[in-house]
Nanobody, 125 residues
């Protein structure tokens, strides 16, 4: 059973930084994509960044250049370094992992099978 657990959220002022982590346990070697999604209050969940285990990355336009997704060599910890945070980045952040269904569109939440419970990020102006 694959389990994901996020950590690293918190409250920061605009312009600050946070580094989110997602610990993966019980992962499958057939799973290649992992991603970060977020959902602000009253908003739909949206893709933030995704990474393939071969190193290819994808970012949403809103975070490109400010956020960096990475993972450790063992592929059991996913990171999201968030710099120059803006109030619009306030949301619950979730990590997600590909299941048996192959991910074709890395920013599409419907293509991910495993999800963590989320970690809250709040950015004040």
């Amino acid at each position: 059973q694959v389990q994901l657990e996020e950590s690293g959220g918190g409250s920061v002022q605009a312009g600050g930084s946070l580094n989110l982590s997602c610990k993966v346990s019980g992962y499958s070697s057939d799973s290649h994509y992992m991603a970060w999604f977020r959902q602000g209050r009253g908003k739909k969940r949206e893709g933030v960044a995704a990474i393939h285990d071969e190193g290819r990355t994808t970012y949403s336009d809103s975070v490109n250049g400010r956020f960096t997704i990475s993972q450790n060599n063992a592929k059991n910890i996913l990171y999201l370094q968030m710099n120059n945070l803006e109030p619009e980045d306030t949301a619950m952040y979730y990590c997600a992992k590909e299941g048996e269904q192959v991910v074709v569109s890395p920013m599409n939440e419907n293509e991910y099978h495993y999800w963590g419970r989320g970690t809250q990020v709040t950015v004040s102006s």
